[in-house]
């Protein structure tokens, strides 16, 4: 069957360091994977885009990874803050038209002063 | 501001009641959903409309009803609800037909069923 999972349900850092949240699917062959990040109470915001034939990208603080062999993703935050504590979404689509956006359960950041 | 406008923010009713949730996007997006979050569970898509039509029903029970006028408008008619159904109702829009898609969520609709 087809899954998406997140490595942990919580994860808590000391600020200044470098979260690593992983996203693994299985029975899906995604042209590009997602993340998105949701406070609590809040619809999930666009962070990061990345394609299948990409092994990295990166936007001022965030790097996300894509490994398709490995069917997974790594999204890094460096020099976190409190203020990016949320909880964290990867998704992908489930066909060639983005209509149809799974999403995994999430991984939520605390990180602490 | 997402450019999603979700109404109401919260809804309490109870599971006699007949109520709507509504969505309205300013992007000029052609696609439109609907997802329900619960505690501790992942997003669970519900429906999907592209250029307003119906192209997603996933297994939801008939006492969601949804409705979509146009691209820019989306409904989510509720009746005899169970306490169950207590959730997060987001809607969220997308380009749709592009080569990459991203979909852009409201601030969603808090329901809780009594």
């Known amino acids: 069957s087809q899954k998406i999972e997140q490595n942990s349900e919580a994860l808590n850092i000391q600020e200044g360091k470098t979260a690593t949240l992983t996203c693994n699917y299985t029975n899906y062959s995604p042209a590009y994977l997602q993340w998105y990040r949701q406070d609590p109470g809040r619809g999930p915001v666009f962070l990061l885009l990345?394609?299948?034939?990409?092994k990295e990208k990166r936007k001022e603080r965030l790097k996300v990874t894509f490994d398709t062999t490995l069917k997974q993703s790594l999204f890094h935050i460096t020099a976190s803050q409190p203020a990016d504590s949320a909880t964290y979404l990867c998704?992908?689509?489930?066909?060639?038209?983005?209509?149809?956006?799974?999403f995994g359960p999430g991984t939520r950041l605390s990180v602490l002063p | 501001e997402t450019g999603v406008t979700q109404t109401p923010r919260h809804l309490v009713m109870g599971m006699t009641n007949k109520k709507s949730l509504k969505c309205e996007q300013h992007l000029g997006h052609n696609a439109m959903y609907w997802y329900k979050q619960s505690a501790k569970k992942p997003l669970e898509l519900m429906f999907v409309y592209n250029f307003k039509e119906q192209t997603e029903n996933n297994s939801v029970p008939s006492r969601f009803s949804p409705e979509c006028p146009n691209s820019s408008h989306l409904f989510l008619h509720l009746h005899t609800l169970q306490p169950e159904d207590s959730a997060l109702y987001l809607c969220?829009?997308?380009?749709?037909?592009?080569?990459?898609?991203?979909?852009?969520f409201g601030e969603g609709s808090w329901l809780t069923v009594v």
């Open positions: 969220a829009s997308s380009q749709a037909r592009a080569e990459v898609d991203t979909i852009y």
């Open positions: 990345i394609r299948e034939n990409e």
């Open positions: 998704a992908l689509v489930r066909d060639n038209y983005g209509q149809n956006f799974v």
